[in-house]
Nanobody
Framework: QLQLMESGGGLVQPGGSLRLSCAASEFSAPYYVTGWFRQAPGKDREGVSYITSDDLTYYRDTVKGRFSISRDYAENIVYLQMDRLRPEDTATYYC???????????????WGQGTRVAVSS
């Protein structure tokens, strides 16, 4: 059974950077999508970015130009490079895998446990 594990969260000052990792326990079907989501306290979970198995990427507007998603196929890890972080980026970040490109959480079937990101001075 596929398992996902996130890492790389932490406390960073505004304007700083973090790189999140999502390691998958096994390779998935020929076509699949890995997404990053986040959930701040008291708020709904929102899609941040996704990457398909053929390297199509997509970002929500508020992170475009600051976040970059990539995949290491050999290691089966998806990264989310986060630059120029803002206090409003503070949240628990989750990676998930699903069959179609989407920023909707309902379209993803397997989830990691999350990693916390705090942006504060």
């Amino acid at each position: 059974q596929l398992q996902l594990m996130e890492s790389g969260g932490g406390l960073v000052q505004p304007g700083g950077s973090l790189r999140l990792s999502c390691a998958a326990s096994e390779f998935s079907a020929p076509y699949y999508v890995t997404g990053w989501f986040r959930q701040a306290p008291g708020k709904d979970r929102e899609g941040v970015s996704y990457i398909t198995s053929d390297d199509l990427t997509y970002y929500r507007d508020t992170v475009k130009g600051r976040f970059s998603i990539s995949r290491d196929y050999a290691e089966n890890i998806v990264y989310l490079q986060m630059d120029r972080l803002r206090p409003e980026d503070t949240a628990t970040y989750y990676c998930a895998e699903g069959p179609r490109p989407s920023l909707a959480a309902r379209d993803y079937t397997t989830w990691g446990q999350g990693t916390r990101v705090a942006v504060s001075s």
